[in-house]
């Protein structure tokens, strides 16, 4: 007599067992896990590696600077009173200008000593927020708003916006409502601000390297045009940069698009790109300046990643693809 078939039993397969799906980088949470472990990537990166001397390496540079203050000082103070000895006249005039002088580069110390100041308070500020919302406690969350509120509050473009946000904080009753009700209430202005700055860099990008034939020239123009918009967008957020800014946030925006831009790069980029290819077909300098364009975009989103003292998360980071085609359609209309 034959066996009767053995019935086979389901297959049950957990939900916890399945692979998470991946995010989109522009959507995901910058609080999650995997966010924290992306800003750490970041953090690493714009410190730079650690290297062993490299408090020798400061001295060396301080002794040679300070070397090179002595001589210059030493050479000029002999020079004044060899003229004034010589010449009475024209050593106080010479004088009179070497006080100017003095006082003029004073000025420009402590414009560029207070600039980077600035720029380390915002770091200092997205710190904090980003530490009260891994702490998710509403106490931390509100000193952090708070805090936030109160750097922006003597600005005469957000003192009323800041205002609304302070008679909304009771109505958020955990650590995540108060850091929405934050970032949509002032971070939002300044986001659509930054926007039209990157997308007029991005155009005036473009418009060079179509108009201008020589190679050199049009990186010389894209370079000062990227320069510009990066001290806008730091100002728009707070930051008020001199020159050693400006080249200090340009290392920490660098440092930003190789840590964290190269998967952006690959999903903004691709259109845009596709877009300049086939515009190339027609003419190759305008093909050309569609991907710079894309590029300086690029630059003025990792700009507002770093210069904004809120992470995105509330509000979506800009794209690309939408940045570029909002500043094309300005330079065509």
Same mark, same amino acid.
């Given at each position: ?56 390496? *400061?001295?060396?540079?301080? #002794? @040679? +600077?300070?070397?090179? %203050?002595?001589?210059?000082? /030493?050479? $000029?103070?002999?020079? =004044? ?44 500020? *997205?710190?904090?927020?980003? #530490? @009260? +919302?891994?702490?998710? %406690?509403?106490?931390?969350? /509100?000193? $952090?708003?708070?805090? =936030? ?51 007029? +860099? ?13 190679? =050199? ?117």
């Amino acid at each position: 007599m034959a066996e009767p078939p053995k019935q086979s039993r389901p297959v049950v397969i957990e939900a916890n067992a399945l692979p998470p799906l991946p995010e989109d980088n522009a959507e995901a949470d910058p609080f999650a896990p995997e966010g924290r472990a992306m800003q750490a990537v970041g953090a690493r990166a714009g410190a730079g590696p650690a290297r062993r001397g490299s408090w020798f390496k *400061r001295m060396f540079w301080a #002794a @040679a +600077a300070a070397l090179l %203050t002595l001589v210059i000082s /030493l050479a $000029a103070y002999e020079s =004044l009173a060899t003229l004034i000895s010589s010449y009475p006249l024209l050593g106080a005039i010479a004088s009179g200008l070497g006080a100017i002088v003095a006082l003029g580069l004073l000025v420009v110390v402590m414009r560029e000593a207070a600039g980077i100041a600035r720029l380390r308070r915002i770091d200092g500020l *997205r710190r904090r927020v980003e #530490a @009260a +919302a891994r702490g998710n %406690t509403r106490a931390q969350a /509100l000193e $952090a708003v708070q805090v =936030l509120g109160a750097f922006y509050a003597a600005r005469d473009d957000l003192r009323w916006v800041w205002r609304d946000v302070e008679k909304r904080l009771p109505d958020a009753l955990d650590a995540p409502a108060l850091l929405a009700l934050a970032e949509r209430g002032l971070m939002e202005p300044l986001d659509s601000a930054a926007r039209i700055e990157v997308e007029l +860099a991005a155009r005036q990008v473009a418009a060079a390297t179509a108009i201008i034939p020589l190679p =050199l020239v049009d990186v010389l123009a894209a370079l000062a045009v990227n320069l510009k918009m990066l001290r806008r967008v730091a100002a728009i957020y707070g930051g008020r940069t001199g020159t050693l800014g400006s080249w200090r946030l340009l290392r920490a925006v660098g440092a930003h698009l190789l840590a964290t831009g190269a998967v952006a790069m690959g999903d903004d980029l691709l259109g845009s790109v596709v877009g300049g290819g086939a515009i190339g077909k027609v003419s190759r300098r305008l093909g050309e300046g569609v991907v710079n364009g894309a590029l300086t975009a690029r630059v003025g989103i990792a700009a507002m990643d770093v210069c904004r003292p809120m992470p995105f998360a509330a509000l979506k980071r800009p794209r690309v693809t939408s940045l570029v085609k909002r500043a094309l359609t300005g330079l065509f209309s």
